[in-house]
């Protein structure tokens, strides 16, 4: 046989195999259970056989909402004896569960690349955020009486990143000092700028970090300038870029308490957002007058 006689075939991705699975396996067992005849007459049994039989063509997705939905009809899971919960089901005592589970408060800071920068590549603005728990202190104070904690919180975070900018990039740098229940991923393109924020966000507890034990910098195993590749019913598409490069600086903070919305506590956004310090309004304010 000549070369050119030769078929090539290509091997099938994990989406293709989980697919083909699910069409001869899985629907075998829903037809089976489901009591599904070939060529169904009544509204229902259509209905069902559209929702539950995976077809060829379905996403990732749409496979795993067709497994959950008949996984649910399996266990009658909707049909619950009366006075019976949910939660029974995977095991899980609610009340005990709420009991032994200490909820901290955490403010979420929020950084964002410039509008301007962005539309000059035709694009969304980037977007990155890191959490930090309050420390216990904090939290007891909120507890007992946060609406006068609020203020002096809000400032605090204020003055620690209001003049923070960094170079959003290629390189991970983990903080982790499980004690103190702090743990930080930051992508940066400057070390310094990892230790700013990390600095930043420990402030805001009274508190220094110590990056000769906590700091971690993973080496990169990839080329993140490089869009990396993937089978999609045999077609080879781009996957999207990770670790874009980007500049940031400081645009929000957000205190977040179980059981109420989350309270802005600062705004570093010409546009007013409700908060309690608002950065950029406040300085136009103070320009005007």
Do not use: W
């Amino acid at each position: 046989m000549s070369a050119n006689n030769h078929i090539f075939l290509q091997k099938p991705s994990v989406t293709e195999l989980i697919n083909g699975y699910c069409r001869v396996n899985v629907n075998k067992a829903i037809i089976a259970k489901l009591n599904l005849v070939n060529k169904p007459t009544s509204k229902k049994d259509i209905l069902i056989r559209k929702i539950l039989l995976h077809q060829k063509s379905d996403t990732m997705q749409i496979t795993m909402t067709r497994l959950l939905l008949f996984y649910f009809n399996f266990m009658d899971i909707f049909e619950l004896p009366e006075g019976a919960e949910i939660a029974q089901i995977y095991g899980i005592p609610l009340d005990s569960l709420q009991e032994s589970v200490r909820f901290i408060p955490q403010i979420k800071i929020r950084f964002k690349e410039p509008e301007k920068e962005a539309k000059a590549e035709a694009r969304r603005a980037r977007e990155a955020e890191l959490s930090i728990r309050v420390s216990s202190t904090i939290a007891t104070e909120l507890k007992d009486n946060s609406m006068t904690q609020l203020l002096p919180l809000a400032q605090k975070v204020a003055n620690a990143f209001k003049d923070i900018k960094y170079e959003k990039g290629y390189s991970k740098y983990h903080y982790r000092d499980i004690d103190k229940n702090y743990k930080f991923s930051i992508f940066v393109v400057k070390e310094s700028d990892a230790k700013d924020i990390i600095g930043a966000a420990l402030s805001i507890n009274n508190d220094t970090p110590n990056f000769d034990q906590h700091l971690i910098h993973p080496s990169i195993g990839r080329n993140f300038k490089v869009a990396e590749k993937d089978k999609l019913f045999g077609q080879i598409i781009d996957l999207p870029y990770e670790r874009t490069k980007a500049n940031m600086e400081f645009y929000r903070a957000e205190l977040h308490i179980r059981g109420i919305e989350p309270i802005r506590l600062v705004n570093n956004s010409k546009k007013p957002a409700g908060a309690i310090v608002e950065l950029k309004v406040e300085e136009k304010s103070n320009l005007s007058s």
